[in-house]
């Protein structure tokens, strides 16, 4: 394979203006330049294509190479692009930090009740919490659900202030800062002792609906559900009903079924619920993290050698 024409397409502006990744991969051999929708002959010149969004027109614009700025690829047809002799490469390996520190975060603002004080603000409104509902993250028992990149990033942060920090992946082999690993099978008994289950799988058919009515019961009724990873990994209306009959705490939700999350849906009212726009990742040097990886895999591509984070 050889790329001379690279593309950057201009759906990556939902994450970073394209010119900044153009600018950062100008001293790569390929030509590098911003394709937009509208501008087939432009996408019909290149041989492979950094991208957000995915688009029917890619399967038959003769690229060899897409790669994903996202770490999920489940808005890509895998079986279409392998037919079509497209390789995929995602960006896993790049959201540690940002997801772990945003994590860390929600848990501390529902914890130290920062969440309850910056809406108090907005009304100008001084009351202290009641003496028990404030508590502090030393010694609480989280449990991480999915154990590669986003998940090793929150344990690792969890750890350090001093978490219990359990997890679950589909091996059960063992993770730096996680006592204790559990495979996917034993999911109910791993979150039954958590006060926070944070939820970083991939969106897969095994982890569609992966948190359910059932998953919900078996939190305890003071745990908080925290999602980074798809919005359909959980089963939304299961999560509201518990929420609603206190079945658990709150929540902290960067993900959603439908995005942005309709204005009728009940959780932007929750007292104990957190809402943010699927920005847990975002950071102003993401673009940077991005150029690295394609940077990384021109030059396997150039070296004949297999590519990092191919997919198909
Ligand atoms: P990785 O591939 O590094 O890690 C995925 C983890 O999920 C692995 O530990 C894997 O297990 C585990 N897993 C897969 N299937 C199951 C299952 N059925 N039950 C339990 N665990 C399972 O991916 P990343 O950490 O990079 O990203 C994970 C997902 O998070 C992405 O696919 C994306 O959807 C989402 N994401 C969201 C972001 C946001 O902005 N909110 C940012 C980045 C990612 P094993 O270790 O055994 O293979
Ligand atoms: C970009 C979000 C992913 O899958 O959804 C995330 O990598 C990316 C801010």
Redesign the pocket.
């Known amino acids: 394979m050889q790329i001379s024409h690279l593309g950057i397409h201009e759906s990556v502006e939902a994450v970073f203006p394209p010119e900044q990744l153009r600018e950062e991969l100008s001293a790569l051999d390929p030509t590098v330049a911003v394709v937009g929708d509208g501008d087939r002959d432009a996408l019909a010149d290149c041989d492979a294509l950094v991208t957000f969004a995915y688009r029917e027109s890619f399967l038959d614009a003769d690229l060899e190479w897409i790669h994903s700025i ?5 808005r890509f047809p895998l079986s279409e692009l392998e037919e079509a002799g497209i390789i995929l490469t995602n960006s ?2 790049i ?2 930090t ?2 772990g520190e945003t994590v860390l975060g929600t848990m501390l603002e529902i914890a130290r009740r920062l969440h309850r004080f910056s809406r108090q603000q907005v009304a100008h409104e001084w009351t202290r919490p009641d003496w028990d509902e404030p508590f502090t993250l030393q010694h609480e028992p989280i449990c991480v ?9 929150i344990a690792k942060r969890a750890d350090a202030i001093g978490m219990h920090v359990t997890g ?4 059960a ?1 063992s ?1 730096p800062h996680v006592r204790t690993v559990y495979a ?1 099978d034993d ?1 109910h008994e791993a979150i039954s002792d958590a006060r926070f289950v944070a939820l ?5 058919d ?2 569609e609906g ?1 948190m359910g009515e059932a998953e919900f019961d078996a939190m305890r009724d003071d745990a908080y559900f925290v999602n ?3 919005g359909d ?1 959980a089963d939304q209306d299961a999560l509201v009903a518990a929420l609603q009959g206190g079945d658990i705490a709150g929540a902290a939700l ?2 959603f079924e439908e995005e942005p999350l309709p204005e009728d849906s009940p959780l932007w009212d929750m007292d104990d619920v957190i809402v943010t726009p ?5 950071e102003v040097d993401y673009y940077r993290h991005i150029a690295e990886l394609v940077r990384e895999n021109a030059q396997h591509i150039d070296a004949d050698e297999e590519l990092t984070n191919r997919v198909v």
């Open positions: 996202q770490a999920g690829y489940d896993t390996g959201h540690g940002s997801v659900v999915g154990l590669g990149t986003l998940g090793q990033g679950v992946r589909r091996s082999e993770v996917n999911l970083a799988t991939p969106l897969t095994e982890t992966l980074v990873a798809r990994c960067d993900v699927h920005a847990a990742a975002a």
